[in-house]
């Protein structure tokens, strides 16, 4: 079950992308409509991915957490999107 405030930001960027301009990206190989604009930690929130475990390619080239947010994801953007899971 998602929490309150992870169903509101999505909420939020729904009504973002219907009154923004949508470009298309792809995402792990699957082409993708998403709003223009984001930046990879927006559009992990966009796409409903967990931040904390995870590790993001944009066009072939890995993206520290740290630069997130100021690293824009453009229309034609290809991006690797790598969930980490525990186990043993």
């Not at 992990?44 to 072939?60: Q, T």
Request: net charge positive.
């Amino acid at each position: 079950m998602r929490g309150k405030t992870e169903c509101q930001t999505r909420a939020r960027y729904f009504t973002f992308m219907q009154q923004t301009e949508t470009i298309g990206i792809v995402v792990n190989g699957e082409g993708r409509n998403v709003p223009g604009g984001l930046n990879i930690g927006d559009l992990l929130l966009f796409l409903g991915v967990v931040p904390d475990r995870v590790a993001v390619e944009l066009d072939r080239r890995i993206v520290r957490k740290a630069e997130w947010p100021v690293t824009a994801v453009s229309a034609g953007a290809q991006l690797e999107i790598v969930q980490f899971v525990g186990g043993g």
